[in-house]
Structures are given as C-alpha cells and as structure tokens.
C-alpha cells in the first residue's frame, strides 16, 4: 500500500491577495499543514495582522507588500521571500478584484484595472516564481484562482470573465511549456461562495433564486476550497498539471 503525501513541511508557499477574502483564509490552513507562508497584498496592516495570528499559532509567516500590475513590486516581493525563506515552491495567485457593471457602460479604465490584476499579475507573478523555481531546480506548483466565470457568464461581468477565462487559458499554457522543468500549473474554478461582501445580497429574493439554480442548492463555505488546494500545493497532485477543478456545487455543469 502505498501512502499519498499531503504533507507541506519545509515547502515555502506564496499567496498573492491575502489581505482578504480567499486568500487570507488560505495562509493560516497551509501554515498549519506545515508550510512557510509569504503573504503578499497591496495593503500592508491586514498582513502584519494575518502574519502575527500565523506566527502565534506556531507557524512561520512572513508579509510582504505586493502589486501584482507591476513586475517590480513582483519581482522585490520574490526577493524579500528568499532572503526569509530560500526559494518559493509553491505559489498561490489568489489576487483579484471584480467590478460589476453593464456590458455598454464598462469603461477602459475600468476594463485594465480588472485585466492587469486578474490577468496579468497573474502572469507576472507565476512568470517569476517560475523562473526561479527552474533556476534552483524545484519541482514547484503554481495553483491559479480562477472562476467559475471563466466557464460560464453573467451579466453585468465581461470583462471579469474575460479575465477568469484568459487565466484558464493561461494555466494550460504554463502547464504544457514549464512540465519539462518539472513544474506544475493547475486552477481552481470557485463558484459563488458565501462572503462578507455578498451576505446580505444572498438574504434577498433575488439572491435566494440565484442560490437555487446551483445544483447543489447551496453557497460555497471556505472549506470547501482547502482540500483542493491542498492537493495542489502537495506531492500528492505530482501528476497532475493543466487540470482546471471547479469547485462550484456543480455551477458549471447546469442546466442553462
């Protein structure tokens, strides 16, 4: 019989986006699972915050500011995380941001603030662990937080779902050139989960029929994300590269 390893110990791990949200629920679950943790967001206090209850908790944690638009800011945080650490294996690109608004009223600047952060900061920062991985011959992972939005569409979203199906398409991309070093590049497809940010929507009417049309007839709980991601960021998912897994109460597969 043979074992499969979950275990994260002596793996350093970046999340991008910890600030808030996914990400910030993602560092503390992979600290515990014994990762060295490098959270990264453009807001420096929720960071220090979420390093002090990591490094309480008996984990190791370091913060570093990060703007994923600008290849520097990337390129500082990657240097500021080996100098703690040693070279990142695993790299989770959580940041994001969403701005809901009709197809005929997007504007440009609204269109490159959704594209540079969901698209290219994702590419910038999978780009540079990447390179750094290979350069220090780690078989490093690089799991990207993409949507059910990059499978399906809604309204009043084009242009964030143009940028959650170009990261889909991204992850393949990276998977297929950077298989031959050794590393991987997967994505998870979250589908409507239930956050601070959207709780009082999903009271409504309008709310509760959206809920209904999910298969499963119910939200996404934060939990529900952290086996996948962890079967990413371990040896466990060794064989895997280019997977796309929704994680959506089965969102993507309904009925239209």
Not at 116 to 127: R, S
Request: aromatic residues 6%; charged residues 20%; contains cysteine.
């Amino acid at each position: 019989m043979h074992d499969v390893n979950f275990n994260l110990d002596g793996k350093v791990v970046l999340v991008t986006g910890a600030s808030s949200g996914f990400g910030h629920a993602f560092a503390p679950f992979l600290a515990r699972h014994g990762a060295k943790l490098v959270v990264a967001a453009r807001r420096r206090d929720p960071l220090l915050a979420l390093e002090e209850e990591i490094e309480n908790d008996g984990g190791r944690c370091l913060a570093v500011p990060m703007d994923v638009t600008r290849r520097e800011s990337v390129v500082e945080a990657f240097e500021q995380a080996e100098a703690a650490f040693g070279c990142v294996d695993v790299v989770v690109n959580n940041a994001g941001i969403g701005r809901a608004s009709p197809v005929l009223k997007v504007t440009e600047a609204e269109w490159d603030e959704v594209l540079d952060t969901n698209l290219k900061g994702a590419f910038l920062v999978a780009q540079e662990g990447a390179r750094r991985m290979n350069l220090q011959g780690k078989h490093g992972s690089i799991i990207n937080i993409a949507s059910v939005l990059g499978l399906r569409v809604t309204s009043h979203l084009s242009h964030y779902s143009a940028s959650k199906a170009g990261l889909v398409q991204l992850t393949k991309s990276l998977a297929l050139e950077l298989a031959q070093y050794q590393i991987r590049v997967n994505a998870i497809c979250p589908g409507y989960f239930l956050t601070d940010i959207n709780r009082d929507f999903f009271d409504t009417e309008g709310g509760k029929r959206m809920i209904q049309r999910i298969p499963q007839r119910r939200l996404g709980e934060i939990q529900d994300l952290l086996g996948p991601l962890l079967l990413l960021a371990s040896d466990a998912s060794r064989y895997m590269t280019g997977s796309v897994i929704s994680v959506d109460g089965g969102h993507a597969v309904s009925k239209l």
